[in-house]
């Protein structure tokens, strides 16, 4: 009697071991999937913000590019009109350039802000914060990054170049980009299987949320 409760006791003991010894193995696989997923995640965090930052810096080194060439290009042309020179400018120069690169429009504004060439068609009404964004380029002679922001109901990210003629503005160029063309469908792409994943670009708006991209399960509008 005494063996068999021994034996009772025994393998009472052995069971509770291997339930412990099984809970910890539970335990430590979940915190490990855990860790590692929040790896995973932090690993395609810093891809994402690579690949923005840089696709940015690339549109900005754009933007310095045509601000510093026109400014020579127009230095060379005094013998021409101001009309005559941003005419010249827009079709042989700005035009093919934003083409090959890949921007949605351009569009020329004279001095006074009024739209005077632009590859999609002139535009019929300025937008207050395109309006504010060429009044600071001009204050400011410098470039200025507008959006992404909504205009005549469609998201837009605007780079706004003041343009001199000599030692005075002469014009101002707005490159367009629409982030349809690559920046949404680059979000909307998570580079492993995964039925929830998904990457928002956001801004904060007061004391609100503004979603800049849009949302992998909800069918709504950006911004």
């Known amino acids: 009697m005494l063996i068999k409760n021994i034996r009772i006791g025994w393998l009472i003991l052995l069971v509770t071991v291997i339930m412990v010894f099984i809970a910890i193995t539970i335990i430590y696989v979940i915190h490990d999937n855990h860790q590692r997923e929040l790896t995973s995640l932090e690993a395609i965090a810093d891809l994402r913000t690579r690949q923005i930052v840089d696709w940015l810096r690339e549109r900005n080194n754009d933007a310095l590019f045509i601000k510093n060439s026109i400014y020579l290009t127009t230095q060379n042309s005094q013998s021409l009109t101001k009309t005559k020179i941003i005419d010249e400018l827009f079709n042989n120069y700005i035009k093919p350039f934003c083409i090959s690169e ?32 060429l009044i600071n380029a001009n204050n400011l002679d410098q470039i200025q990054q507008l959006g992404p922001y909504i205009d005549q109901e469609r998201p837009y990210l605007d780079y706004v170049i003041p343009l001199n003629f000599g030692n005075k503005k002469a014009a101002f160029l707005v490159m367009r980009v629409n982030p349809y063309d690559w920046l949404y469908p680059t979000l909307k792409k998570w580079p492993i299987p995964s039925n929830t994943g998904e990457t928002l670009l956001v801004r904060r708006d007061g004391d609100n949320i503004l979603f800049l991209s849009e949302l992998r399960h909800k069918k709504i509008n950006p911004l």
């Open 102 to 133: 890949g921007y949605y429009d351009c569009i020329l504004f004279d001095e006074n802000y009024h739209p005077h060439w632009q590859i999609q068609g002139l535009i019929n009404e300025i937008s207050s914060p395109l309006m504010q964004s």
